[in-house]
């Protein structure tokens, strides 16, 4: 008598389906990027000189000489690093937020609502490369803001409130204001970036059934509750995942300081010590998504 062939769970279903969507990231990405990746590691401990005659480059050992040169000798990339870890750790939680706070307005029934979400989602379509060729290269844009920094120091709104504000440079209130009105100031970027999360989340919000919400109404749940027991612990496993698309996103941008100084490096030629600042730029990526996952994922609550 012939086995009866074992009939797979929903789970191994779902994760076959998976393994299939990611099949051509993880066949691209063993076929085009492990070798350049071991060459650029490579590279970051070794003396590279450009050599036509031997095929491109000849490399020497080193040791650690390029990552001591980048922490200990360079006058910009540790500054930079700081600069953009710092920046990293505004920007990324007012990304969430506000991300999230759009996809709740999205996922309401009113008018016009597809068109709403079509315009939020626009910015990560042009920002693919018209936007950033107008940002970068405006030079109406850039005659403009130097005319603003000859006849002012800081004539925005968040400065003359600044100004009003905050009355001590080494006061408490003073970092405080500090904080808000550099997320205030960063408005523009925040919105631009948020395009993706604003989906997920939306898709998440889309998965909590409609029952929930009508027994907690009937048990006598405001909507303040509902938000708090029901809507966020059910949206938790995307907050994840957008937190660490949005830390990746933000140190992936083209008008970071660190990725232009390792530009800047490649472009004179110096590919022992751009592989090294890479490689330093990538493990503390690493070691910064490691640590916020591992704070999230304790709280993330994952529906059965």
């Known amino acids: 008598m012939a086995r009866r062939k074992k009939k797979k769970t929903?789970?191994?279903?779902?994760?076959?389906?998976?393994?299939?969507?990611?099949?051509?990231?993880?066949?691209?990405?063993?076929?085009?990027?492990?070798?350049?990746?071991?060459?650029?590691?490579?590279?970051?401990?070794?003396?590279?000189?450009?050599?036509?005659?031997?095929?491109?480059?000849?490399?020497?050992?080193?040791?650690?000489?390029n990552f001591r040169n980048a922490f200990m000798v360079d006058k910009d990339f540790v500054p930079y690093l700081i600069k953009e870890l710092l920046k990293m750790a505004s920007n990324v939680p007012a990304t969430l937020i506000f991300s999230f706070f759009i996809a709740l307005l999205l996922n309401q029934n009113f008018k016009g609502r597809g068109a709403v979400r079509a315009i939020f989602f626009l910015p990560v379509i042009l920002s693919s490369g018209v936007i950033v060729g107008l940002e970068t290269n405006n030079s109406l844009l850039k005659d403009m803001q130097?005319?603003?920094?000859?006849?002012?120091?800081?004539?925005?709104?968040?400065?003359?409130?600044?100004?009003?504000?905050?009355?001590?440079?080494?006061?408490?209130?003073?970092?405080?204001?500090?904080y808000v009105f550099r997320i205030i100031n960063s408005v523009y970027d925040i919105a631009i970036a948020s395009g993706i999360q604003i989906i997920i989340f939306l898709s998440g919000l889309q998965t909590i059934?409609?029952?929930?919400?009508?027994?907690?109404?009937?048990?006598?749940?405001?909507?303040?509750?509902?938000?708090?027991?029901i809507t966020l612990?059910?949206?938790s496993s995307m907050i994840l995942v957008n937190l660490v698309y949005t830390v990746i996103d933000f140190f992936l941008k083209s008008d970071n300081t660190v990725m232009e100084k390792i530009s800047e490096e490649v472009g004179?030629?110096?590919?022992?010590?751009?592989?090294?600042?890479?490689?330093?730029?990538?493990?503390?990526?690493?070691l910064v998504l490691g640590i916020v996952s591992l704070i999230i994922s304790r709280k993330v609550y994952y529906y059965e």
């Open 268 to 286: 004179q030629l110096k590919y022992g010590f751009s592989s090294a600042m890479a490689w330093i730029y990538f493990l503390c990526v690493i």
């Open 209 to 229: 059934s409609p029952s929930m919400f009508e027994a907690a109404k009937i048990e006598g749940c405001t909507a303040w509750e509902s938000f708090w027991k």
């Open 146 to 178: 130097e005319v603003i920094e000859h006849t002012s120091n800081d004539s925005s709104v968040t400065g003359v409130l600044e100004s009003i504000l905050v009355t001590s440079e080494s006061s408490p209130l003073a970092t405080m204001f500090d």
């Open 233 to 235: 612990p059910m949206v």
């Open 10 to 65: 929903l789970a191994q279903k779902n994760a076959i389906a998976g393994y299939l969507f990611i099949a051509p990231f993880i066949l691209g990405f063993v076929l085009f990027m492990v070798l350049p990746l071991a060459q650029s590691l490579r590279m970051s401990f070794s003396d590279v000189t450009p050599d036509p005659s031997a095929g491109g480059v000849v490399m020497t050992w080193a040791g650690i000489k």
